[in-house]
């Protein structure tokens, strides 16, 4: 588990990581050279920011809860579970999108974040769920397999994955 003092777990997001989150979001983006823009927002008032990502809202078209993947005030990622998909969703997207920030990468975070994700998705009453990663992603592509992600083919660059909850509960239990 790394240098971390507690175990890492999903909570809804929270203003006890803000220079966690800043630090680990600043340096994701630059090393993956995506715009950073919508961190001033962040930088300005991060309470405000963490409050419009609480609770359920409505983002894709439809209700999505926002979970970040916390170790005390160690910010390590998000993880966003749609309620359900729309037509667009269920081609490319899926019910839960998740990132580990680049400072805490290949060190397992992922799969036990995406494993603590889906035990949230059936708290939620899903039966089952879609991910879909790039077909060139396969960093992804091995999480979603360890958290026993079934292959459904592709579409449009992406491939996706069904993991039944229900199945999934009664192999972990």
Avoid at 38 to 43: G, P, R, T, V
Avoid at 115 to 142: K, Q
């Amino acid at each position: 588990m790394d240098d971390l003092a507690e175990p890492p777990r999903l909570v809804p997001p929270t203003a006890e990581v803000r220079e966690s989150f800043l630090a680990g979001e600043r340096a994701d983006h630059l090393a993956t050279g995506d715009p950073m823009d919508w961190m001033d927002e962040a930088d300005r008032d991060f309470e405000a920011f963490v409050e419009r990502r609480r609770g359920v809202r409505e983002r894709w078209g439809v209700p999505s809860t926002t979970f970040w993947y916390v170790s005390g005030e160690h910010y390590i990622g998000t993880l966003i579970v749609r309620h359900r998909l729309t037509p667009e969703l269920a081609e490319v997207g899926g019910h839960i999108g998740y990132h580990v920030v680049f400072p805490w990468r290949r060190r397992g975070h992922a799969t036990r974040m995406l494993a603590a994700g889906l035990a949230e998705s059936r708290r939620l009453g899903l039966e089952r769920v879609l991910l879909t990663c790039a077909v060139d992603n396969e960093p992804s592509r091995r999480v979603i397999l360890a958290n026993g992600g079934l292959r459904d083919g592709r579409a449009r660059g992406e491939d996706r994955f069904w993991i039944d909850l229900a199945e999934r509960a009664a192999r972990t239990a």
